[in-house]
DNA sequence: GTAAGTGCAAATGATTTGCAGATGT
DNA sequence: ACATCTGCAAATCATTTGCACTTAC
């Protein structure tokens, strides 16, 4: 899995160094969401001397080449994750983040492209609200 | 329409400042939405004198107060607002900022609601997409 | 060998905070 | 009078950038 994203930036003409390397094991590595500090402390780990900035701007490339997205659950920093774009429910309580498919979002967004023309792209900014625990029974 | 404003902060128990009118002011007098820089340009124009973090902190307590509410439309400053809430829709390439009812998440959000125990608060983050003029057409 | 990539330090932009002094009530 | 507000300067937090040096190719 590490390999697949090696491969596809060798492939497009992007020189593989340890930095890369270690950014694609450490979200490779992650489940869920992480922002570019902690991959950076990940990276750290095996890598000390891989600077922030470095990281950074590699997740910057990543996200050109759509190998990673960023999303912003709230007011802190975004957070960076592999795989297929999903919609995030991020909890204004506890910060719960519930990840839910961009399907979830089709009838909403055929009714905004009638109405005003339109087209939602989920998936950049988290919806916020309230998980089962902390709902507010009106 | 601004003296509804200094009366609710009156009656509260706040005092009525310089910097406060004029923060009130520069909300009535706009139509739309307002950065908190964008209002400490305007509040200088009158005050000269008042400070940036007054504007911040005055708007701060204008949120507490259920009087603005700030959204976020993108990468940069958040957008304050008097009114009641509403849903952003941004373009991400021109920018373009539509202002639709929450109700027209009201769909979504019993879908959410059902799906994952959600209950959204819209209004917070926007959504981005694309607007008429620059829409895919896939 | 050479351009692409990196570390480092400094800049940026948005927002917050500590504190001593000013001001609304 | 006295607590609340304010201006100012400095701190903070996330992110970006300039530049000289390294390294993958």
Redesign the pocket.
Known sequence: MDQDIISEL?RRG???????RAVVSSLVGATGHL???QVAHTVKAT?P??????V???L?LFEDLGIVE?AHLGH???VYHLGKTHQHLVCEVCGAVIDVPVEALDVLALELRERYGFQIRPGHFALTGRCDQHAVSE
């Open positions: 060798r992007y020189r593989i160094t340890t930095a890369r922002t570019a500090d890598n001397d891989v600077d922030t900035s470095t950074y701007r590699t910057g960023h802190g920093p975004a």
